[in-house]
Structure formats: structure tokens, C-alpha cells
């Protein structure tokens, strides 16, 4: 059972992060070409279509079987701290992040009916958003990166 929660665990935590990761290296570089409008019209279409019970699955299913497993690994205390490090990190940098930083951002962009917003108005939202919004996301990227390194050095610790 342990076996099969970290390896649950590692592969959710691995998607987890691999959807941040190539997000930062085409999804970003690729918004960065494109007008405000689109860029603003494109967001609230991602940010709609991002509530999906695939990414539900991925993004709350890793915490959830970080803290399962944290919690199967007391007797193992190298493998437990590393576990928990795992998942702390993801708790606060990728999860916290997201919640505390990344939603608030997709809700005041969300409120906005960009047809009505002038090209000054647009430029201003989006040069607010984007900078705010990728800073957030830099720092979910890595902190996911990280909990995943964790998890990966801990199925080489003997028990």
C-alpha cells in the first residue's frame, strides 16, 4: 500500500508539475507576442476552460496523496522528512500560490469586460496582470519542481 501511494503520489506530483513547467516555457513565451485584447480575451478563455476535472484531479489529487503518503512514512524518518518537506513545499509554494495569488488575479481579470476597455485601460490591466500573474507562476513552477526533486530523492533512501 505504501509502495503504491508514493508511486500514486510521484506520478500526480509529476504531472503536477510538468503542466507548470511547460506552461512557463510555451504558454508565457507565446502570450508575450500577442496585443493586449488577445492576450486578455485568451487568459479568461484559459482560465474558464482550466476548471476541468483532469487538472482538479492532477493539482488537488498530488496534495492530497503528498499528505497521505507523508503520513504512511513515520516509521522511515529520512524518507517521512522528505516526504513532508514534498509536501509542504507544494502546500504553500505550488497550492498556496495558486489560491492566494494566481485566483485572484483570474477573478479581477474575469470581472473585466475587456470589449469596453479602452487601448490605454488594455495595455494597464495587462501589463498589471501578466507581470503579477507570471511572478506567481515562476514561483508555483519552482516550488513544484523542488517538491517533486524531494520525492524523487526519497524512493532511493533504504529503509
Same mark, same amino acid.
Given at each position: 500500500?505504501?509502495?503504491?501511494?508514493?508511486?500514486?503520489?510521484?506520478?500526480?506530483?509529476?504531472?503536477?508539475?510538468?503542466?507548470?513547467?511547460?506552461?512557463?516555457?510555451?504558454? !508565457?513565451?507565446?502570450?508575450?507576442? &500577442?496585443?493586449?485584447?488577445?492576450? %486578455? +480575451?485568451?487568459?479568461?478563455?484559459?482560465?474558464?476552460? =482550466? @476548471?476541468?476535472?483532469?487538472?482538479?484531479?492532477?493539482?488537488?489529487?498530488?496534495?492530497?496523496?503528498?499528505?497521505?503518503?507523508?503520513?504512511?512514512?513515520?516509521?522511515?524518518?529520512?524518507?517521512?522528512?522528505?516526504?513532508?518537506?514534498?509536501?509542504?513545499?507544494?502546500?504553500?509554494?505550488?497550492?498556496? !500560490?495558486?489560491?492566494?495569488?494566481? &485566483?485572484?488575479?483570474?477573478?479581477? %481579470? +474575469?470581472?473585466?469586460?475587456?470589449?469596453?476597455?479602452? =487601448? @490605454?485601460?488594455?495595455?494597464?490591466?495587462?501589463?498589471?496582470?501578466?507581470?503579477?500573474?507570471?511572478?506567481?507562476?515562476?514561483?508555483?513552477?519552482?516550488?513544484?519542481?523542488?517538491?517533486?526533486?524531494?520525492?524523487?530523492?526519497?524512493?532511493?533512501?533504504?529503509?
Amino acid at each position: 500500500m505504501k509502495t503504491t501511494a508514493l508511486f500514486i503520489t510521484i506520478l500526480l506530483n509529476a504531472l503536477s508539475t510538468g503542466f507548470f513547467f511547460a506552461w512557463s516555457v510555451s504558454v !508565457i513565451l507565446g502570450t508575450k507576442k &500577442v496585443g493586449d485584447f488577445t492576450y %486578455l +480575451e485568451s487568459m479568461q478563455s484559459i482560465n474558464k476552460e =482550466i @476548471l476541468n476535472p483532469a487538472f482538479f484531479i492532477v493539482f488537488f489529487g498530488s496534495l492530497i496523496m503528498l499528505v497521505m503518503s507523508a503520513s504512511m512514512r513515520f516509521n522511515n524518518k529520512p524518507v517521512f522528512g522528505l516526504v513532508l518537506a514534498s509536501a509542504i513545499i507544494y502546500l504553500i509554494g505550488t497550492f498556496g !500560490i495558486t489560491a492566494f495569488g494566481n &485566483v485572484p488575479l483570474n477573478n479581477e %481579470l +474575469e470581472a473585466l469586460n475587456i470589449t469596453k476597455l479602452s =487601448i @490605454l485601460e488594455l495595455k494597464n490591466f495587462r501589463t498589471y496582470y501578466e507581470s503579477a500573474w507570471n511572478q506567481y507562476h515562476n514561483i508555483r513552477t519552482i516550488s513544484s519542481i523542488i517538491s517533486f526533486i524531494l520525492l524523487l530523492i526519497s524512493i532511493f533512501i533504504k529503509k
